[in-house]
Structures are given as structure tokens and as C-alpha cells.
């Protein structure tokens, strides 16, 4: 088994690169899947949101208006502190409770933890490599305006809010160059990344059979 973090920025290409990660046989743990589960309507997530915003922020239905959220937290260093401070003790525990469940029945898997916040939540610790999926800022800017409809200006203020490709680089084991075409970037982890993986995970497993032994 291996524990691989997968990160990047905002539209650096993360999902594009675990979909195809699981096409060649990784399970996926997706932080911002488990992030919309854990502030589900009742969840314990979702109560402390409601005492942090108050109900202005939450729909007629009782679920979070994260349009609303969004715009805050991306404007709002501290907003977003305290929202990340609030939902990643419960995303990092439910992907941990999942990931040691499903290495039940699969002792061998290559585990992708697909985080955004991997690296500022100090997640890349917990995993046994970190892959960064990359690309240059004027490239990610574009893909964000065509994929999320924002205007230049709402674009490079979300980026802004993060921690920069090139501050996440030096945390990389493996980095992914996505600014290519989508068959150049599946060329690497066919040939270069997966391979790799695989071999590390062997490594893991003859190491814990030796120090067992
Ligand atoms: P986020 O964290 O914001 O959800 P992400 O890192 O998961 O984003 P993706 O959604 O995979 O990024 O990619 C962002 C956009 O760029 C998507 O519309 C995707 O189809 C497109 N894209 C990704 N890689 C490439 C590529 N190599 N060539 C062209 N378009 C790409």
C-alpha cells in the first residue's frame, strides 16, 4: 500500500490528473468530495459553520449557500482560515477512517489523496510521497476563466488567496508539468509517474515483510 498526496492550485489540473490516476488503478480520496459530505445539512461541520455565519448564509433548504461562502473566504484571509480551521479536522479524519477501510481489501492499492490544502494543513506529512500538478500562472488563470466562467479580475483574486504553485514546489517528491496538452500529461504519468509508483509501493511492502520477518 502507498499513500500518495496529489496537490496543486486552483484549476492546476488535480482532477484531470487523479481520473486518470484511477484509470490505471489507484483508488481516489477526494478532500473536496469529503468536504461537501462533512458539511452536509446536520453534519457536525455544518453546525459549527452555523454558529460561525449565522443563518444568512445558508439556504431556505438548510444547506450552506457556498456561492455566498465563497465569495467571503476568498476575499477574507481570516474567513478563510477559520472555515479551513473548522472543515479539515473532519475531512482529514474521514478520509483516514476510509482510506484504513478500504486497505482492508486492498493491501496493495496505490492510494491518491487528491487535497488542495495538502501541504498548508501539513497533510503532505501524513503521505508517503507528494506529487504536485503544475503549471505556469498565466496558463492556470486561463484555465480557470474558461472552466468557471470568471471575469480576469475574479480569477486572479482567487489565486492570489493561495499558497503559489512555485512556494508548493520545494514540497514535491514528483512534479506533474500540466501545461501541455492533455495527451502529453497522460504520456507522463504512463510512462514516468505510475510506473514509479508502482515501484515504490513494491519497496514499502519488501521493507514492512522484512522488518516483520
Ligand atoms: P480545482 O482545484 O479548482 O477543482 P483542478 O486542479 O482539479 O481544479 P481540473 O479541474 O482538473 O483542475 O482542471 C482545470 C481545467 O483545466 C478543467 O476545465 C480541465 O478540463 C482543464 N485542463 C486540465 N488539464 C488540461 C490540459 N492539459 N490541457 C487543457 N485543459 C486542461
Known amino acids: 500500500m502507498l499513500d ?9 489540473g488535480k482532477t484531470t490528473v487523479s481520473e486518470r490516476f484511477q484509470e490505471l488503478g489507484a483508488i481516489i480520496l477526494n478532500a473536496d468530495r469529503v468536504a461537501k459530505e462533512v458539511v452536509a445539512r446536520g453534519k457536525p461541520a455544518w453546525k459549527q459553520l452555523q454558529e460561525w ?3 444568512h448564509f445558508f439556504l431556505p ?23 479551513n480551521s473548522i472543515v479539515h479536522p ?4 474521514q478520509m483516514f477512517a476510509r482510506r484504513d ?3 482492508k481489501e486492498h493491501p496493495r492499492a496505490i492510494f491518491i489523496w487528491d487535497v488542495p490544502l495538502l501541504i498548508e494543513t501539513g497533510m503532505h506529512e501524513a503521505v508517503d510521497i507528494v506529487i504536485l500538478v503544475a503549471v505556469p500562472k498565466e496558463i492556470q488563470i486561463k484555465r480557470l476563466i474558461d ?7 475574479e480569477a486572479c ?19 506533474i508539468d500540466n501545461s501541455g496538452s492533455l495527451a ?16 515504490l509501493e513494491e519497496d514499502k511492502h519488501k521493507s514492512q515483510r522484512e522488518t516483520i520477518q
Request: hydrophobic letters at 35%; aromatic letters at 6%.
Open 4 to 12: 500518495v498526496g496529489l496537490t496543486g492550485g486552483i484549476a492546476s
Open 53 to 55: 455565519l449565522g443563518p
Open 61 to 83: 433548504d438548510g444547506s450552506l449557500d457556498r456561492k455566498k461562502l465563497a465569495r467571503l473566504v476568498f476575499t477574507d484571509e481570516k474567513a478563510r482560515k477559520k472555515l
Open 90 to 93: 473532519h475531512v482529514t479524519e
Open 101 to 103: 477501510c478500504l486497505k
Open 147 to 153: 472552466r468557471d466562467r470568471l471575469s480576469l479580475e
Open 157 to 175: 483574486q482567487r489565486l492570489n488567496s493561495q499558497m503559489s504553485l512555485e512556494e508548493k514546489k520545494p514540497y514535491a517528491d514528483l512534479i
Open 184 to 199: 502529453r500529461t497522460y504520456w507522463q504519468l504512463e510512462k514516468i509517474i505510475w510506473p514509479r509508483l508502482l515501484q
